[in-house]
Structure formats: structure tokens, C-alpha cells
């Protein structure tokens, strides 16, 4: 458990604060929405309002996670965005097409849904269109993903940040900050098994010390790629669900989780780790937490 | 014997040694037979290209690279893989003409792409449904010899970059005191 000496920011966005020192705020949980097939609606409405619940129970703030994978999926979705979603609560677009990308933002924009839009993500691969279109059409809050095909230590991801790392022309905060994007949280980009995926982990403390930005990662991706769990279908799941109190127990602000159908495993393990943290952090750091923070909504 | 000839790991199976043909597994549910060298499926259009490429040129018996199934959307790795195979890549790395989000190929020297691009055919089967068992038979039956040079195995070793005095710090930018406290290292 970690206390940083560089000055923690601390971002809000439609109610939901992300940030700061450790045992603060309650660790964030992204949950991945319609990451498979056909987004079936009715399902998702029913699993986003028991998570809401469940969220509110333990102080651990949720933000849906809307996976966009079809062109012809992105005018449904933020309909069912603005019938579903409380007004004024945020959510964020997980698109991988960068012409998808586009044109959600340009939607986005027309229905004025940007000042709740967490952008996941920015990244090496981000286009010239995709800069264009974020100059005018500018999210709240975005996502950049410090993934460096060829270094993948705290290094190789400090250096995409830092400077593109020869791999984009700029560093990618600064393209961040140039588009006018002041709210930036850090994903340290968790990889396969083989890939170095510990560094995903090592790196949390490193770039909030480096920058003070609040960091995470989606860690369970290294779950869902460890294939000999298969043989253990119950670990796996177990694995899957835990493999997140690595974040906050390494001093990490946020966590991508998927599906959102864990939910209801993920936000009591995460508010148990931020009470663990918290308790810590207060005795030896003096850092008291909020009053929505699990350890005193739930330690009564 | 998979170790050998396939050095860098990954979500693979290897089969027949001599084999001709390697599959890549795109979207598609699909197990091809036992007599192709090896199979597997492709899902990022960076790390997963570069670990086919490795294990392509480490067993020069592959000839043939079969790619089957429906491109990975956003990532476009198979589309990737056959802009890699006829272009090679940009002075940054940048797999040139590929249609991915991320497609950049760090881990190889360029001769192993020279190497790839000589040794193998690619045959692109994407969106092919009916036909592939009896296109990977013919490649099989009417299959050129081996690439006739050695392999290249490339092994990618981790890199010990700094020596640590202080064994409680997690990672060379900072130190943390036995509290937790942490903070840049020299500052």
C-alpha cells in the first residue's frame, strides 16, 4: 500500500471522482457492455440497473463501458444510453475502428452527451481524422492507453506517453492536452501472459508518481488470455474477479472489468480491497476518505 | 518438439512437423486437420502478426500460410498479415497499407520479414466457408520442399536494464520507504 509525495489530480466527471492518493476516493469500475454479438438491450438495462444498486450499496462508483463494434450499432446504443443511463451520469465509448470512433463522437456531440463521454481511448494508433474530429468534438474525459509494442516495462510505457516513442509524432499526453482534453486517465496496458503482463501492474505506482494522473488498467484481459486456466473453470472465474484488487492494493485509481455480468463479484472485492487500502492509508499517511468511500458506507 | 521448431509462445497447436501449411484462425470456428504443421488464431494486429512470423520462419517446411475466417473487427489483423506479407514495413515500423488500429511490428529485424515474405505463400481464404479443407488437402498433397535454408528462431530475452541497490523499490524511477511511501528516485 502506497502513498505518492508528487501531488495526486483528482477529476470529476457527471458525479463520479476519480483520483487522487490511495484510500481517498473509492476505486472506479468500468464494466464492459455488448462486447459480444448483437447488442441485446433489454439484457443490458436489467444488468446496468442491478450494478447501479449494487454500486450504491458499497460507494463503488460504476461507469459503463459501451463496446461499439458495428457502424450500424452506434445510433442504438446512444439512444439506449440517453433512455437508460441517468441524465447526468457518465459512461464511456470502448471503440477499437477508428471510423467508428468518428462518427460516435460526431453523434455524441449532436445529442450533448460529450460532457459525460469518457473516451476509451487514445492511443499509438490514433488518426489524423480521429485528432480532426476530437478538435471539435472534444469528450470530457479520455482514456490513454500507454501501450508501446516494443517495450512493454514502466519504461516502454512512460515513452509513449512521453514522447510517441517514434511510433506517433508527439507524445500521447501532450496530443491529449493539445486537443483540450484536461481530464486523462492513464491506462498502463495490461497484456498477454509472455508479454511482460506484470508490468501493467509495476507500472501503476510509477506513472502516478511520475505524473500525479490517475491510473488503471483492465487487468482481467490477462485472465481471459492465461489459457491453462481453462482446465479450471472455477479458478478461472475466481481469477478473473480477483485479478483486480491488484490495482488498488499498487496505489491504481481504476479498474476495466468484463463482462458487466460480474459485477456483482467485482464491486464487493474491489470495495473489501479499498476498505484494506483505506484503513492503511489513514493510520500511517493520514489520508481520510470521503464520505461515499465503502469503508464508511459499509463499516458501520 | 513444439518448442523447438515454434520458439515464441502463444494460442497455438502444433501439429505435423513436415507439414506444409500453417492456418491462421480468424473469426472462424474451425479445427483444421492433423497433417498442417500448425495452427492457430490471429487476434492483434502487432504482438499476434509478430508471433506468427517467428514461428512461421523457425520451421522452414511451412510454405504455405492459409488465412480463413472473417477479419477481427477494428484490428483488422488478417488484412494486416497480408499488407505485411506483400509490403513489409515503414522506417516506423508501421506495417505499410495495413488497415489496423495498432499496426507495429517492434520485435522483428527486417530480415526476418524478407525471410517470411520469400519463404511463404499466403493464401487468403477470409470469408471462405465451403472450401478450405479441400484447398489445405491440395497445398498439402502438391506441397514444395522446405524453404531449403536453416530456420531462424528468434527468442526474445527480457532485458535486465538496472541493478538495484535498494531491494524494496518496485522499479528503478522510484523508491518507497518501508511505509509505502513513495517517490522518485534522485529527487
Same mark, same amino acid.
Given at each position: ?81 440517453? $433512455?437508460?443511463?441517468? +441524465?447526468?451520469?457518465?459512461? !464511456? #465509448?470502448? *471503440? ?6 468518428? @462518427?460516435? &463522437? ?5 445529442? $450533448?452527451?460529450?460532457? +459525460?463521454?469518457?473516451?476509451? !481511448? #487514445?492511443? *499509438? ?6 485528432? @480532426?474530429? &476530437? ?147 489513514e493510520n500511517y499517511f493520514g489520508i481520510t476518505p ?11 | ?85 506483400k509490403n513489409g514495413i515503414d522506417s516506423n515500423h ?94
Amino acid at each position: 500500500m502506497f502513498s505518492f509525495t508528487k501531488e495526486q489530480q483528482v477529476f470529476e466527471i457527471s458525479g463520479v471522482t476519480i483520483g487522487g492518493q490511495p484510500g481517498m476516493y473509492p476505486t472506479v469500475v468500468f464494466g464492459g457492455v455488448f462486447f459480444k454479438g448483437e447488442p441485446d438491450f433489454d439484457d443490458a438495462k436489467r444488468h446496468i440497473q442491478t450494478v447501479l444498486d449494487i454500486s450504491k450499496h458499497t460507494g463503488t462508483p460504476f461507469i459503463p463501458d459501451f463496446f461499439i463494434r458495428k457502424v450500424e450499432f452506434i445510433q442504438p446504443i446512444i439512444s439506449f444510453i440517453e $433512455k437508460v443511463i441517468p +441524465r447526468k451520469y457518465p459512461f !464511456s #465509448i470502448d *471503440i477499437i475502428e477508428p471510423s467508428i470512433k468518428v @462518427e460516435t &463522437l460526431i453523434h455524441l456531440a449532436e445529442k $450533448k452527451l460529450l460532457s +459525460r463521454t469518457i473516451y476509451n !481511448s #487514445i492511443h *499509438i494508433g490514433i488518426t489524423k481524422e480521429e485528432i @480532426e474530429v &476530437l478538435q471539435n468534438n472534444t469528450p470530457a474525459m479520455a482514456i490513454v492507453v500507454a501501450f508501446n509494442p516494443k517495450n512493454k516495462s514502466p519504461d516502454g510505457k512512460i515513452e509513449v506517453l512521453e514522447t510517441g516513442a517514434y511510433l506517433t509524432e508527439r507524445g500521447l499526453l501532450e496530443i491529449a492536452y493539445n486537443l483540450d482534453i484536461e481530464k486523462i486517465l492513464v491506462d498502463t496496458a495490461a497484456l498477454a501472459p509472455g508479454e511482460n503482463s506484470g508490468a501493467a501492474i509495476a507500472a501503476i505506482p510509477v506513472i502516478k508518481e511520475e505524473y500525479g494522473l490517475p491510473t488503471g488498467c483492465a487487468i482481467h484481459n490477462v485472465v481471459e488470455k492465461s489459457r491453462w486456466l481453462n482446465d479450471f473453470p472455477l479458478a478461472k472465474k475466481t481469477v478473473d474477479v480477483a485479478s483486480n484488487i491488484n490495482i488498488p492494493l499498487f496505489g491504481g485509481d481504476y479498474a476495466i472489468f468484463g463482462p458487466i455480468e460480474n459485477a456483482g463479484l467485482v464491486i464487493p472485492l474491489i470495495a473489501w480491497q479499498d476498505i484494506l487500502v483505506s484503513e492503511y492509508a489513514e493510520n500511517y499517511f493520514g489520508i481520510t476518505p470521503v464520505a461515499s468511500h465503502p469503508r464508511r458506507k459499509l463499516l458501520k | 518438439m513444439a518448442e523447438d521448431y515454434y520458439p515464441w509462445g502463444g494460442e497455438f497447436t502444433a501439429c505435423s512437423p513436415k507439414g506444409s501449411v500453417g492456418v491462421v484462425l480468424l473469426n472462424i470456428q474451425y479445427t483444421p486437420p492433423q497433417s498442417v504443421a500448425i495452427y492457430g488464431r490471429l487476434k492483434t494486429e502487432n504482438i499476434g502478426i509478430e508471433k506468427i512470423v517467428a514461428n512461421t520462419i523457425s520451421n522452414p517446411n511451412i510454405r504455405f500460410l492459409v488465412i480463413c475466417g472473417d477479419d477481427i473487427r477494428g484490428h483488422r489483423s488478417g488484412s494486416s498479415l497480408l499488407a505485411l506479407h506483400k509490403n513489409g514495413i515503414d522506417s516506423n515500423h508501421r506495417i505499410i497499407g495495413a488497415p489496423g488500429a495498432i499496426p507495429y511490428i517492434e520485435n522483428l529485424e527486417e530480415e526476418a520479414i524478407k525471410r517470411f515474405q520469400k519463404q511463404i505463400t499466403i493464401v487468403d481464404l477470409m470469408g471462405e466457408k465451403e472450401k478450405i479443407d479441400s484447398i489445405i488437402a491440395d497445398l498439402t498433397n502438391g506441397a514444395p520442399s522446405s524453404y531449403g535454408e536453416s530456420y531462424i528462431a528468434i527468442r526474445i530475452k527480457p532485458k535486465m536494464t538496472v541493478s538495484l541497490t535498494d531491494k524494496r523499490a518496485l522499479h528503478s524511477k522510484i523508491v518507497i520507504s518501508y511505509l509505502g511511501k513513495v517517490k522518485k528516485r534522485g529527487v
